[in-house]
Nanobody
Framework: QVQLVESGGGLVQAGGSLRLSCAAS????????MGWFRQAPGKEREFVAA????????YYADSVKGRSSISRDNAKNTVYLQMNSLKPEDTAVYYC??????????????????WGQGTQVTVSS
């Protein structure tokens, strides 16, 4: 199992930016594919972005494409989610996920066995 700790959330005005971090420790083989998901109050957890740790190929949900960037730092065992031009509808708890080997399942929350505790992002209008 891999342990994941998110940070970087907070309160920001619409149009602002945030960079979320997810520090991974434990079983390194779990970092084949890492993803970011989010869950707003009363809604299901939804996919935001994913990255293949080895190839650095990335994939985004349409709702954040062009405004967000996922990256990883191998030396720090950390995945980042840079979010720009934030909107009130981006308000949610953001979760980091890992442990996925199949890139084809990158947007499927049920395919990730390892999850962090989440970090709150609130965007005010």
């Amino acid at each position: 199992q891999v342990q994941l700790v998110e940070s970087g959330g907070g309160l920001v005005q619409a149009g602002g930016s945030l960079r979320l971090s997810c520090a991974a420790s434990g079983r390194t083989a779990s970092r084949f594919v890492m993803g970011w998901f989010r869950q707003a109050p009363g809604k299901e957890r939804e996919f935001v972005a994913a990255i293949d740790w080895n190839t650095e190929i990335t994939y985004y949900a349409d709702s954040v494409k062009g405004r967000s960037s996922i990256s990883r730092d191998n030396a720090k065992n950390t995945v980042y989610l840079q979010m720009n031009s934030l909107k009130p509808e981006d308000t949610a708890v953001y979760y980091c996920a890992a442990g996925l080997r199949a890139w084809s399942k990158r947007a499927n929350k049920r395919a990730y066995p390892d999850w962090g505790q989440g970090t709150q992002v609130t965007v005010s209008s």
